[in-house]
């Protein structure tokens, strides 16, 4: 009789301690844990769902993880599919979590009228590039207050300084000019600001930060050795 009851007990404890059963607890669906990304965290934590396209911005920091050797907290994001006559930059700062400027951009006007369409690195083409640029230092030429862009792009946009890409401020890039043509104006291929905030946002941006100017163009991710679209989170596409 006590030989019948021990066995029943031995196996059962044995069963309770096994690996299978641990592992079986572990991985059920319902009890496993959400896991989110850093970048879908910090576009959580930084309210930016009603303000900036999440493909742009994951693409935008997951250039920044990769290319921000300065330790600059400043991450500007340029967002392209939308039209001009909607305010499509953004000057984020990822250290304090907050975002420092939203603006007005205008495009070259070989890319499009209200949406940028077409883009290149080609001189003469009055074309906006898209891709990552790093700032560099500020002066003052025929635009007033400019910022120096570097191209870090091989074939997408490193030509920008032989083309003259900087970032200044135009008299086109106002709701004034919305108001009155629907859109703003172009550049010869600048991204080009409001004159009154011209100033400070190349002032915050200036001396090293990261831009990142976005379109949804496959074009640009098969050339583009920074990011790719199959690297990129779908939880939110």
Request: hydrophobic share 30%.
């Amino acid at each position: 009789m006590q030989k019948t009851i021990i066995c029943p007990l031995a196996f059962l404890i044995l069963w309770l301690l096994s690996p299978v059963r641990a592992e079986n607890k572990t991985s059920d669906p319902d009890k496993s844990p959400t896991t989110i990304s850093e970048y879908e965290s910090l576009y959580e934590q930084m309210n930016l769902d009603s303000l900036i396209n999440f493909k742009a911005f994951e693409y935008a920091y997951k250039g920044y993880k990769k290319l921000n050797k300065n330790n600059k907290s400043l991450l500007t994001v340029i967002d392209f599919s939308l039209p001009s006559s909607q305010k499509r930059l953004y000057v984020l700062d990822l250290s304090k979590k907050q975002v420092l400027f939203v603006s007005y951009v205008s495009h070259g006007k070989g890319s499009g009228d209200d949406y940028a369409t077409s883009f290149s690195n080609r001189r003469g083409s009055h074309q906006s590039s898209l891709g990552f640029y790093r700032t560099d230092e500020t002066y003052n030429g025929r635009n007033g207050y400019s910022l120096l862009l570097d191209g870090l792009e091989k074939g997408i946009n490193d030509k920008a300084r032989r083309r003259s890409i900087v970032i200044h401020g135009a008299d086109y890039c106002s709701e004034e000019v919305i108001h009155s043509s629907g859109r703003l104006g172009r550049s010869f291929g600048c991204p080009a600001l409001p004159y009154e905030l011209t100033e400070p946002i190349i002032d915050a941006i200036k001396g090293g930060s990261l831009l990142f100017i976005y379109a949804d163009k496959p074009d640009y991710f098969a050339k583009s050795k920074i990011v790719k679209p199959d690297a990129v989170s779908k939880t939110r596409l």
